[in-house]
């Protein structure tokens, strides 16, 4: 009895250091902690770029996630938390940039890419099929002839 | 085999010379501030001297330069000696003592001379967020009504100020003049 008490108390205390390892902050629910994660991995760390600010160590990454539980805590929406963040460090910090003028090649550039792409795979496919069937596969009566005794003669030397 | 397939490796060289080339030259690190042409922010901060506190209203009146420091920085150490230099020149230099320590603070400006006019202490580094300030040394150029007209990451040096700031800063004054 002794011993099951002693490893249950143990292992409580193991669960409150993992814990206390990941949460640093306090969530009202884990809507909001999706929020929280879903807008960390969203924004990018203006200093040590091609990094979120939920991946980041850099000090500005924590001001910056602070500051987004901050506003969640506010009740602010996703809109105005990605808005306050543009407002002060420019587009750049979006990994999903909004759709505009600026920004259109990079939302449909890999599509277009990708169309192009299967246009010239149709074109050589077609143009391939094309002159399959343009090219004669039928043995002209010469040519059937020659064939005729080259395989004789084959067949004599045996 | 066609001929002008053999161009193509070639073709494909070239193109990627070219972005390579201009890759060369471009700064990543810089990224354009979407600050520019928006009044500075509001902030209500006591100064690093501890003496007064200051609020945006006590940076309109002049264009001046706005520099984003730390003593935990070292290119701010790097640059304060021209900053000084310019202050002796007659330009305007107000300072955000960004995440700092205020005593190390005032020792660094006691040992090294103090640039600065006015010096907001912005300990929790609230009014640098609200700049935008990803890094320092950061410096704002504003104009007289307190507009940001302009921003330089990194150090300040005399070719910075000579190709970028000082034609700037030159046209606000004129501006401000009536």
Redesign the interface.
């Known amino acids: 009895m002794r011993r099951w008490l002693a490893a249950a108390v143990l292992g409580l205390s193991l669960a409150g250091v993992a814990k206390a390892a990941i949460d640093t902050y306090q969530f009202r629910d884990d809507a909001e902690r999706e929020r929280y994660q879903q807008l960390t991995k969203e924004l990018r760390c203006p200093k040590c770029q091609n990094q979120d600010i939920a991946d980041s160590n850099a000090p500005i990454a924590a001001d910056l996630r602070r500051e987004i539980f901050r506003m969640l805590g506010e009740g602010k929406n996703n809109q105005q938390i990605v808005d306050f963040m543009v407002d002060r460090y420019g587009d750049f910090v979006r990994y999903k940039p909004a759709l505009s003028g600026r920004t259109w090649l990079l939302w449909f550039g890999p599509g277009i890419l990708l169309a192009g792409g299967f246009v010239v795979l149709a074109l050589i496919v077609r143009r391939r099929r094309g002159q399959a069937v343009a090219g004669n596969t039928e043995l002209s009566a010469d040519e059937r002839e020659r064939l005729a005794k080259l395989l004789d003669k084959e067949r004599t030397h045996d | 085999m066609k001929r002008w397939i053999m161009v193509v490796p070639l073709a494909v060289f070239l193109l990627v010379a070219v972005f390579l080339y201009k890759g060369l030259f471009l700064k990543?690190?810089e990224?354009?501030?979407?600050?520019i042409g928006k009044p500075f922010p509001a902030f209500a901060l006591a100064s690093v001297q501890g003496d007064r506190s200051l609020t945006q209203a006590d940076l309109i009146g002049r264009p001046a330069l706005v520099n984003v420091w730390g003593t935990w920085c070292p290119s701010c150490k790097v640059e304060h000696p021209y900053l000084n230099q310019l202050a002796e020149q007659g330009v305007v230099i107000h300072g955000v003592n960004y995440?700092d320590d205020n005593a190390a603070a005032l020792k660094w400006l006691a040992d090294f001379h103090n640039p600065y006019q006015l010096n907001i202490a912005d300990q929790q580094?609230s009014l640098g967020?609200?700049?935008?300030?990803?890094?320092a040394p950061e410096t704002f150029l504003i104009d007289a009504n307190g507009i940001i007209r302009y921003k330089h990451v990194g150090v300040v040096d005399a070719t910075v100020w000579r190709e970028q700031l000082a034609p700037l800063y030159q046209g606000l004054v004129d501006e401000a003049r009536p």
């Not at chain 2, 990224?31 to 600050?35: G, K, Q, Y």
């Not at chain 2, 967020?129 to 890094?135: A, E, I, K, P, T």
């Open positions: 990543p690190d990224l354009p501030s979407a600050m995440k580094g967020l609200d700049l935008g300030v990803y890094g």
